[in-house]
């Protein structure tokens, strides 16, 4: 038999993440789906790296699991703000993130947080700061390098070379 694959697992991923996010119960059913693979074997970062998840995330599902059961797995209130870009330009944005920063009128040579930031300003009008558009680069699964001097507060900051460079 032969293996499926899903054409543009990229955005498809990005979009199922999408649609998780949408509701309580999915967000429910996918604390629990990832508890099943912790109980298989797995550890926190291999299911973090399988649902597009922060490590730290999955651990805290635990803890709660354990202190609380499964209702602590329930959530009450959603923190956080909602989605930037919507599933559409996120898919626009991964073809973007496949070229050089300037084939798209950015002067920087390889991406980074400072000029994605600058490009998303430019052209979908949304404005991220550098943290947020590193972390756009590891919900996309694209590899990072790391710059010094860049940014003052830490001197580090994640940069992304387009597949092909």
Not at 138 to 148: D, E, T, Y
């Amino acid at each position: 038999m032969r293996k499926l694959q899903i054409d543009d697992c990229g955005a498809m991923r990005i979009a199922i993440q999408q649609e998780i996010g949408r509701s309580e119960e999915s967000r429910y059913d996918h604390r629990l789906h990832g508890l099943l693979l912790l109980a298989a074997g797995h550890s926190c970062r291999e299911v973090a790296e399988l649902f597009g998840e922060d490590e730290t995330t999955v651990q805290r599902w635990v803890h709660r699991f354990e202190e609380g059961g499964l209702q602590a797995l329930r959530e009450s209130r959603r923190p956080g703000r909602p989605r930037s870009l919507d599933p559409a330009q996120w898919q626009e944005l991964e073809g973007h993130l496949q070229k050089s920063p300037q084939d798209l009128g950015l002067s920087a040579e390889v991406w980074d947080g400072v000029g994605l930031s600058e490009h998303l300003q430019r052209h979908f009008n949304v404005q991220l700061g550098v943290r947020q558009c590193q972390r756009i680069f590891r919900q996309m699964g694209l590899r990072a390098q790391v710059s010094h001097g860049r940014l003052p507060a830490d001197g580090r900051e994640e940069r992304v070379t387009p597949q092909g460079a």
